[in-house]
């Protein structure tokens, strides 16, 4: 009994990563669309009807063409690290609070903030070991910022834990039957909205790769496999944190049409915000996290624990 529980965990998780990648490639069409339109044209629209297949052709062309190796670069490091750091993209996914068959286990929310913050040294060790002037600067702007937003983002998630007092994701569900988070925490949640840009460098905040300055920061020297499997990271995390936000603040994780049209509406966002709003300056998106989003943060979350106080004193006395 055991092996067959174990081959249908293996057989869901494959499932769920195959699901993913489908989903990466057509959030990619969906974004390239998006900005077209917003830059009035028309985006793909050659390859299969009005574009459907161009993200298989950008993936066949991308994993079919040479690999390129660097004389100078630490090798091994160099070409593991996009590998890696698809894998945690990935891994990220096993929280999802499902009913039945995968994984669902009382952390989800700490094995989420590990997963993220591994990510970190997957992007330091692709900067450093690609050994050019770039890519190492990319990087060190991508740490501290990925770094300096992780510290508002879990003290903004300890917020809406402290309501619910649990790790599982499934119990915001059950907490949000009569009203969403978002209700109850607006302005955390935008906060909240804004932090997950940051933490996936997203613009306004991309200046792990603004193209003016840093050509294309810590991911300048891969092409071909390397530079897709990054790609493939990168939206991976932005899907997933769409996924994030609307399990948190707008009503849980359930299996209606409605959680996934919710899910394509806070990544719709994401591409909305990246065609229509400038690049922030550097130091102006280091004070908006220190001097703003962390008083914030911690304020709300003081007096969250103040309400759960109060009311379990309450609860007592009746």
Do not use: H
Not at 132 to 152: C, D, F, H, K, P
């Amino acid at each position: 009994m055991m092996k067959l529980d174990l081959l249908n965990i293996m057989i869901g998780m494959m499932i769920l990563i195959i699901g993913v990648l489908i989903g990466v490639a057509f959030l990619v069409l969906l974004e390239r669309k998006i900005l077209g339109y917003i830059q009035i044209r028309k985006g793909p629209n050659k390859v299969g009807f009005m574009g459907l297949m161009q993200p298989f052709s950008d993936a066949i062309k991308l994993f079919s063409k040479e690999q390129m190796f660097l004389n100078y670069s630490n090798y091994m490091l160099y070409y593991f690290s996009p590998i890696l750091s698809f894998m945690l993209s990935l891994m990220i996914w096993m929280v999802i609070p499902y009913y039945f068959n995968l994984i669902t286990f009382n952390l989800g929310v700490m094995f989420f903030l590990c997963c993220m913050s591994l990510g970190v040294y997957m992007v330091m060790i692709a900067g450093w070991s690609s050994n050019t002037n770039y890519s190492m600067l990319g990087s060190l702007r991508a740490i501290a910022q990925t770094i300096s937003y992780e510290v508002s983002l879990i003290l903004i998630m300890l917020s809406s834990i402290m309501l619910i007092l649990d790790f599982n994701m499934i119990k915001f569900m059950e907490y949000q039957i009569l009203i969403w988070f978002m209700f109850l925490m607006f302005p955390l949640s935008l906060c909240f909205m804004s932090s997950l840009m940051a933490e996936v460098n997203r613009t306004p905040f991309d200046f792990a790769e603004g193209e003016s300055e840093l050509v294309s920061g810590f991911n300048i020297e891969y092409s071909s496999g390397g530079f897709a499997l990054i790609f493939l990271a990168e939206y991976s995390s932005i899907l997933f944190m769409s996924l994030l936000f609307v399990i948190i603040y707008l009503g849980g994780y359930n299996l209606t049409m409605m959680f996934y049209l919710k899910v394509i509406l806070i990544s719709f966002i994401f591409i909305w915000v990246r065609g229509t709003l400038p690049r922030y300056r550097y130091d102006k998106l280091m004070y908006l996290c220190w001097k703003t989003y962390l008083p914030i943060s911690l304020n709300f979350l003081f007096f969250f624990i103040g309400l759960k106080m109060i009311l379990n004193y309450k609860i007592n006395l009746v």
